[in-house]
């Protein structure tokens, strides 16, 4: 090899890292000023008129991810009082959301029962199901727990996350002798 072999080697590597990670920055930033719009053009909306439940469920979701608990819960709620809102499906998405959005608060007792709305709305919804799984861990609930993930298994057997749950709080549960 010659002298100039490794250094064009090298640049030519770094030119390489350097497009993957601009090719990912502006992927992300692109993905940032959608969602931004979105947020935007939904609060506009919607304080202008009355707007559907898609609308306010939408605008939750965004503010869910930006972890924005309290305003997403009042949007969700919204949701729910909206009179276009249509099918047993999408009330479950919406007590869903409204129980993660409690539970990223911490407030597990008011989780668990918007999970619940939703499974009686949805009985086999698995999300449902593993979060309140989740919020029945973090109460300490170790038997409703176990049973949460095992209805997840009867509708989903190969879940990982319900699986591994499950394995873990059984291991817990195993009296020492």
């Given at each position: 090899?010659n002298?100039?072999?490794?250094p064009?080697l090298?640049?030519?590597?770094l030119?390489?890292?350097?497009?993957t990670?601009?090719f990912f920055?502006?992927?992300q930033?692109?993905k940032?000023?959608?969602?931004?719009?979105r947020l935007?053009?939904?609060?506009?909306?919607?304080?202008?008129?009355?707007?559907?439940?898609?609308?306010?469920?939408?605008?939750?979701?965004?503010?869910l991810?930006k972890?924005?608990?309290?305003?997403?819960?009042?949007?969700?709620?919204?949701a729910?009082?909206?009179?276009d809102?249509?099918?047993?499906?999408?009330?479950?998405?919406?007590?869903?959301?409204?129980?993660?959005?409690?539970?990223?608060?911490?407030?597990?007792?008011?989780?668990?029962?918007?999970?619940?709305?939703?499974?009686?709305?949805?009985?086999?919804?698995v999300v449902?199901l593993?979060?309140?799984?989740?919020?029945?861990?973090?109460?300490?609930?170790?038997?409703?727990a176990i049973?949460?993930?095992d209805?997840v298994l009867?509708?989903?057997p190969n879940?990982?996350v319900?699986?591994?749950?499950?394995?873990?709080?059984?291991?817990?549960?195993?009296?020492?002798s």
């Amino acid at each position: 090899m010659n002298e100039l072999s490794f250094p064009v080697l090298y640049l030519s590597l770094l030119v390489a890292l350097l497009t993957t990670a601009a090719f990912f920055l502006v992927r992300q930033v692109l993905k940032t000023r959608r969602v931004e719009t979105r947020l935007n053009e939904l609060q506009s909306k919607l304080s202008k008129e009355k707007g559907a439940a898609q609308d306010h469920y939408e605008l939750g979701s965004i503010l869910l991810e930006k972890r924005l608990y309290s305003q997403a819960i009042a949007r969700f709620q919204k949701a729910l009082k909206s009179k276009d809102l249509a099918g047993e499906d999408n009330t479950a998405l919406i007590y869903n959301a409204l129980g993660y959005a409690y539970a990223a608060q911490e407030q597990f007792d008011l989780a668990i029962r918007y999970y619940k709305d939703a499974l009686d709305q949805q009985p086999g919804y698995v999300v449902a199901l593993n979060n309140l799984g989740f919020s029945y861990e973090k109460k300490q609930l170790i038997t409703q727990a176990i049973e949460s993930y095992d209805k997840v298994l009867a509708v989903e057997p190969n879940n990982t996350v319900a699986k591994r749950r499950v394995e873990s709080l059984r291991k817990r549960m195993v009296p020492s002798s």
